[in-house]
């Protein structure tokens, strides 16, 4: 089964930091592009970050540029998000998702997601 999991979501004070991994079940991440994505309650989904097959290359959202970081161990099959200086409105449902390229707007593996909760 192809498969996408994500892990590390929790409750955190304001301030407080994270990391969400996302890892691949019945595939090889090394050959796409994983983009994080957030939902929070009442929003509609926006994109986070993405980082490229390589690693070479990623990107962020104006609101978490500086303070959240992905990367990726393609030994591990695994993709993180580090998210520091957490603030209230962090709070929603993380999502992984696997593309061919970030700038492909096709993803085609989501996780189910997991829950961040920034609040004191």
């Known amino acids: 089964q192809l498969q996408l999991v994500e892990s590390g979501g929790g409750l955190v004070q304001p301030g407080g930091s994270l990391r969400l991994s996302c890892a691949a079940s019945?595939?090889?991440?090394?050959?796409?592009?994983i983009g994080w994505f957030r939902q929070a309650p009442g929003k509609e989904r926006e994109g986070v970050s993405c980082?490229?097959?390589?690693?070479?290359?990623?990107n962020y959202t104006d609101s978490v540029k500086g303070r959240f970081t992905v990367s990726r161990d393609n030994v591990q099959n695994t993709v993180y998000l580090q998210m520091n200086s957490l603030k209230p409105e962090d709070t929603a449902v993380y999502y992984c998702?696997?593309?061919?390229?970030?700038?492909?707007?096709?993803?085609?593996?989501w996780g189910q997601g997991t829950q961040v909760t920034v609040s004191s």
């Open positions: 998702a696997a593309s061919f390229s970030c700038s492909d707007s096709v993803y085609k593996y």
């Open positions: 019945g595939f090889t991440l090394n050959y796409y592009a």
């Open positions: 980082i490229s097959r390589s690693g070479g290359t990623t």
